[in-house]
Protein backbone atom coordinates (compact mmCIF):
# COMPACT_ATOMS: atom_id res chain seq x y z
CA UNK A 1 0.00 0.00 0.00
CA UNK A 2 0.97 3.26 -0.92
CA UNK A 3 1.78 5.74 1.72
CA UNK A 4 2.05 9.66 1.13
CA UNK A 5 3.99 11.95 4.01
CA UNK A 6 3.90 15.76 2.63
CA UNK A 7 6.41 18.19 5.32
CA UNK A 8 7.59 21.25 4.88
CA UNK A 9 4.74 23.48 5.44
CA UNK A 10 4.56 27.06 7.57
CA UNK A 11 3.86 30.61 8.41
CA UNK A 12 5.81 32.96 5.72
CA UNK A 13 5.48 36.34 5.15
CA UNK A 14 4.42 37.75 1.29
CA UNK A 15 7.46 37.50 -0.86
CA UNK A 16 8.75 34.54 1.06
CA UNK A 17 9.94 31.04 0.02
CA UNK A 18 9.08 27.38 1.12
CA UNK A 19 10.11 23.81 0.10
CA UNK A 20 7.82 21.10 0.09
CA UNK A 21 8.68 17.60 0.22
CA UNK A 22 7.01 14.38 -0.26
CA UNK A 23 7.69 11.08 0.70
CA UNK A 24 6.09 8.13 -1.14
CA UNK A 25 6.53 4.48 0.10
CA UNK A 26 5.21 1.24 -1.12
CA UNK A 27 5.36 1.39 -5.00
CA UNK A 28 7.36 1.61 -7.62
CA UNK A 29 7.70 5.15 -7.13
CA UNK A 30 9.49 6.29 -10.90
CA UNK A 31 6.46 4.38 -12.85
CA UNK A 32 4.35 7.32 -11.47
CA UNK A 33 3.60 10.66 -12.69
CA UNK A 34 3.16 13.03 -9.51
CA UNK A 35 1.65 16.23 -8.62
CA UNK A 36 0.91 18.70 -5.96
CA UNK A 37 -2.20 19.74 -5.33
CA UNK A 38 -3.74 22.30 -2.53
CA UNK A 39 -7.01 22.55 -0.99
CA UNK A 40 -8.77 25.56 1.10
CA UNK A 41 -11.52 25.83 3.14
CA UNK A 42 -14.93 24.72 1.24
CA UNK A 43 -13.24 24.14 -2.00
CA UNK A 44 -12.04 21.40 -3.61
CA UNK A 45 -8.63 20.01 -4.12
CA UNK A 46 -6.70 22.01 -6.97
CA UNK A 47 -4.07 20.52 -9.15
CA UNK A 48 -1.15 22.73 -8.85
CA UNK A 49 1.83 21.09 -10.80
CA UNK A 50 2.77 17.64 -12.08
CA UNK A 51 5.95 16.04 -13.23
CA UNK A 52 5.95 13.12 -15.73
CA UNK A 53 8.12 9.99 -15.23
CA UNK A 54 10.48 11.70 -17.55
CA UNK A 55 10.48 15.31 -15.68
CA UNK A 56 7.80 16.82 -17.71
CA UNK A 57 6.54 19.67 -15.55
CA UNK A 58 2.72 21.60 -15.75
CA UNK A 59 2.01 24.35 -13.53
CA UNK A 60 -1.53 25.85 -13.28
CA UNK A 61 -0.90 29.60 -14.43
CA UNK A 62 -0.79 31.25 -10.58
CA UNK A 63 1.94 29.02 -9.93
CA UNK A 64 3.36 29.40 -13.52
CA UNK A 65 7.31 31.53 -12.66
CA UNK A 66 7.01 30.94 -8.77
CA UNK A 67 6.78 27.23 -8.30
CA UNK A 68 9.17 24.36 -9.71
CA UNK A 69 8.56 20.99 -8.72
CA UNK A 70 11.15 18.13 -8.94
CA UNK A 71 11.13 14.54 -8.21
CA UNK A 72 14.12 12.11 -7.06
CA UNK A 73 13.56 8.66 -8.35
CA UNK A 74 16.18 7.04 -5.93
CA UNK A 75 14.56 8.66 -2.64
CA UNK A 76 11.65 8.69 -4.03
CA UNK A 77 10.14 11.75 -3.16
CA UNK A 78 8.64 15.15 -4.84
CA UNK A 79 9.52 18.53 -3.85
CA UNK A 80 7.54 21.90 -4.50
CA UNK A 81 9.69 24.70 -4.41
CA UNK A 82 7.39 28.03 -3.66
CA UNK A 83 9.11 31.30 -4.11
CA UNK A 84 7.28 34.65 -4.28
CA UNK A 85 4.56 33.73 -1.96
CA UNK A 86 1.04 35.44 -1.51
CA UNK A 87 -1.78 35.30 0.44
CA UNK A 88 -3.99 33.83 -1.60
CA UNK A 89 -1.24 30.68 -2.01
CA UNK A 90 -2.44 29.63 1.45
CA UNK A 91 -3.72 26.28 1.41
CA UNK A 92 -2.91 23.10 2.78
CA UNK A 93 -1.18 21.41 0.25
CA UNK A 94 -0.98 17.45 -0.87
CA UNK A 95 0.94 15.24 -3.18
CA UNK A 96 -0.57 12.71 -5.27
CA UNK A 97 -0.89 11.22 -8.75
CA UNK A 98 -2.15 13.58 -11.36
CA UNK A 99 -5.82 12.84 -12.30
CA UNK A 100 -5.94 10.03 -14.68
CA UNK A 101 -7.98 7.06 -15.50
CA UNK A 102 -6.82 5.24 -12.07
CA UNK A 103 -7.44 5.91 -8.78
CA UNK A 104 -5.05 8.00 -6.76
CA UNK A 105 -3.17 6.78 -3.48
CA UNK A 106 -4.62 7.19 -0.23
CA UNK A 107 -4.14 10.99 0.09
CA UNK A 108 -1.62 11.76 3.01
CA UNK A 109 -2.32 14.20 5.92
CA UNK A 110 -1.23 17.41 3.83
CA UNK A 111 0.96 20.23 4.93
CA UNK A 112 -0.33 23.89 5.79
CA UNK A 113 1.29 26.60 3.98
CA UNK A 114 0.07 30.13 5.54
CA UNK A 115 1.25 33.29 4.13
CA UNK A 116 0.86 35.82 6.46
CA UNK A 117 2.31 39.19 7.65
Known amino acids: QVQLVESGGGLVQPGGSLRLSCAVSGSIFSLYAMGWYRQTPGNRRELVAS???????NYVDSAKGRFTISRDNVKKMVFLQMNSLKPEDTAVYYC???????????WGQGTQVTVSS
Open 51 to 57: ISRGGST
Open 96 to 106: NRPPGNYEPFT
